[in-house]
């Protein structure tokens, strides 16, 4: 849950990198809220409930898939190809510090110790 929470206080930050847990745990946190609003949403005949909550986090979205990809070096913009973005999404992230800026595992064991 924390990284669910930690996309969201970076809601429209689109620089830096974020490390494939953050990315996949506000994924799928997502994706089970959306489909418990759809069910509530449902039985309340209030269909769009889950598009109101879509809405409100789609830029955390766009922003930590763009973080995503400056984790393994490439631009943002790589988002607006669907299965390139898909296979970029499961890869390892550069190690070190690349030019969109440092390791965020390297700074996560420094914080650790």
């Known amino acids: 849950m924390n990284w669910y929470l930690t996309v969201l206080k970076k809601y429209a930050v689109f620089s830096g990198r974020a490390r494939r847990r953050e990315f996949w745990t506000f994924s799928l946190i997502n994706f089970l809220i959306i489909v418990a609003l759809a069910v509530v949403g449902g039985m309340l005949d209030f269909n769009s409930l889950f598009g109101i909550y879509e809405l409100a986090v789609l830029i955390p979205m766009i922003a930590v898939s763009c973080r995503r990809l400056h984790d ?20 390892e992230g550069t190690k070190g510090d690349n030019k969109y800026g440092p390791d965020p595992k390297a700074a996560g064991e420094i914080k650790a110790s």
Do not use: E
């Open 72 to 91: 393994i070096g490439k631009s943002g913009w790589f988002q607006l190809i669907p299965v390139a973005n898909l296979i970029f999404f499961f890869m």
